[in-house]
DNA sequence: TTATATAGTTGTATAGTACAATTATTAAAC
DNA sequence: GTTTAATAATTGTACTATACAACTATATAA
């Protein structure tokens, strides 16, 4: 492999992953944070579920994942109810607020995005989403 | 623009940055942390200097350069030498174990990122890298 | 029916960041 | 030249995001 495209990979990355930090960190770009919306997006899409289950979706403790979720239950975003089958486990279970929250906060990031991305050729659009999707991916299988 | 190629973008995104965050907070993944790495190579690559031109360099705030900088000083991988032209100011001086350290680090993040790109094509590999570096540059230029 | 596993919460710790206040020093105004 | 304003750096405080360890309550297996 190409050791000059691994290099440049290993310290883009690192670059980005600081750049993003600071930009999510800012307050004036909405009310949830990253966690809390790839939380709340889960939850919209692929429905209601317990803390052990995102934790394993996300790769996440549960602890982390167990005070994510209390904050959006604080918020009104997500409603916690117990579940029937089980005395240990709850559902959280995403509000008609929540996702009012949701769909605006995902506009907004969006709207950066398309900001930050005038000027880029639809081919490589494209192509950066393809390759972020399959990198994650490598992500999740490898780790 | 591509809806959907935007719509990707900005989930990968999210995601990238969670899984990243959650693996470098790994201890086995070395002894410097993503921040304190990337301001070692800045003081390697381009030379001594302070903590107003880092912080400038990295958009930060002074006060978190000065943290990580302290850090690393305290480690002993920068020695802090007193600005002669300026009495307020300091410069930063990688020391020979910093660069040792420093290498040492970016070998086990090389070998890391090739494992997870094992089975990606050159082309592939090269583009994500180029596409990384544009990104990143984008987000300096319409912050 | 006792032992073990599981779902979830809470206490504690760390990295990484920002903002505000403070100190020391330099540069600018007058 | 003295006062005022700007600047380099540090320190106090706070918040997000994470992990690990200890704990509670419930469920499952021996």
Not at 6 to 32: C, P
Not at 38 to 60: M, Y
Not at 71 to 87: A, C, F, I, N, R
Request: aromatic share 8%; proline share 1%.
């Amino acid at each position: 492999m190409n050791e000059n495209s691994l290099e440049t990979i290993e310290l883009e990355m690192a670059v980005l992953i600081r750049r993003i930090t600071s930009i999510t960190s800012d307050k004036r770009n909405g009310i949830l944070d990253r966690s809390a919306y790839l939380l709340l997006l889960q939850l919209h899409v692929q429905g209601s579920s317990g803390v052990k289950a995102l934790a394993d979706e996300f790769q996440l403790d549960t602890s982390t994942v167990s005070r994510q979720a209390a904050g959006l239950e604080q918020k009104g975003y997500v409603e916690k109810v117990p579940d029937p089958m089980d005395g240990r486990a709850y559902f959280y279970q995403i509000t008609d607020f929540g996702i009012k929250v949701l769909v605006e906060y995902k506009q907004g990031r969006l709207d950066r995005i398309t900001k930050l991305l005038n000027g880029w050729s639809d081919e490589d659009c494209e192509k950066f989403g393809d390759l972020l999707r399959k990198f994650n991916q490598s992500i999740v299988g490898k780790k």
